[in-house]
């Protein structure tokens, strides 16, 4: 009975992901749940918190949250950048 409840609210999440390439995010999701790809789950979890929109991944105002200097889609010079303004305040 439990799992399938976890199947089904699995099922409505993945189908109620929005936007442009919504394909492509849903794809990213399943790798995501499927736990073989750490790199799928932080993008997936990082496009839920921003509302499936890649551009404001770069743009995070959340520096306290752990997934914070791993964010994806965002070059390795803007992660050293804005990791060297966090430290020094």
Do not use: N
């Not at 499936?52 to 991944?57: K, V």
């Amino acid at each position: 009975m439990a799992k399938k409840l976890y199947v089904r609210r699995r099922r409505l999440y993945r189908a109620s992901i929005p936007g442009v390439g919504k394909a492509s995010y849903q794809k990213k999701y399943d790798r995501a749940m499927s736990g073989c790809d750490p790199k799928a789950a932080i993008a997936a979890k990082c496009l839920d918190c921003m509302h499936w929109q890649r551009t404001r991944i770069a743009a995070c105002p959340i520096v306290c949250c752990p997934l914070w200097p791993y964010r994806p889609f965002t070059s390795e010079a803007q992660r050293t950048t804005t990791t060297a303004k966090r430290r020094t305040g």
